[in-house]
């Protein structure tokens, strides 16, 4: 009884750690598919949204019309249901968002974190552009992040 109990708890424990790497997998694939609409954005409107997930109409492209949802029809979502980390930077109060801060937090030790930015936005000198929090993406808070520095049009 005690051998089938041990090997029970070890098939649920696999299966535990599979679902955990499959959500962080998918994770990571969101926050590709944000950063590519992302520059898709700048490209067009020469700053970064203020917000993904709200429609923010306080940039001067979401103004005209322009928002985010016109460049990626559903912003993804983290498996948990919960938005995913992301702040548009100024330089200064009246400034355009010319940086971005984006990310989401893993579960369990990923090898993922060995390749994102691990920026902090809490202490960059850069404002917020709207209703995004600014976030520590370090490795020991188990966040995958990425920031894009762009140049001041």
């Known amino acids: 009884m005690a051998?089938?109990?041990l090997i029970l708890g070890t098939?649920?424990?696999?299966?535990?750690?599979v679902r955990e790497q499959s959500r962080n997998q998918q994770r990571v694939s969101d926050i590709k598919i944000i950063r590519l609409a992302?520059?898709?954005y700048f490209s067009?409107?020469?700053?970064?949204?203020?917000?993904?997930y709200g429609g923010d109409r306080s940039d001067d492209c979401a103004r005209s019309d322009r928002?985010?949802?016109?460049?990626?029809?559903?912003?993804?979502?983290d498996p948990h249901d919960e938005n995913y980390e992301y702040v548009g930077l100024r330089a200064s109060v009246a400034g355009k968002c010319v940086r971005y801060h984006i990310g989401a937090v893993l579960e369990?030790?990923?090898?993922?974190l060995k390749t994102d930015d691990d920026f902090d936005s809490t202490t960059s000198g850069y404002?917020?552009?709207?209703?995004?929090?600014?976030f520590n993406g370090a490795d020991?808070?188990?966040?995958?992040?990425?920031?894009n520095i762009a140049s001041q049009n």
């Open 44 to 52: 067009e409107c020469k700053s970064y949204p203020s917000d993904i």
């Open 11 to 17: 098939v649920f424990v696999g299966i535990g750690d």
């Open 67 to 77: 928002q985010f949802s016109n460049f990626l029809s559903e912003t993804p979502i």
């Open 38 to 40: 992302l520059q898709k």
């Open 108 to 112: 369990g030790d990923s090898g993922y």
């Open 3 to 5: 051998l089938m109990g």
């Open 127 to 134: 404002i917020s552009c709207g209703r995004g929090r600014v």
């Open 140 to 147: 020991e808070s188990g966040v995958y992040d990425f920031t």
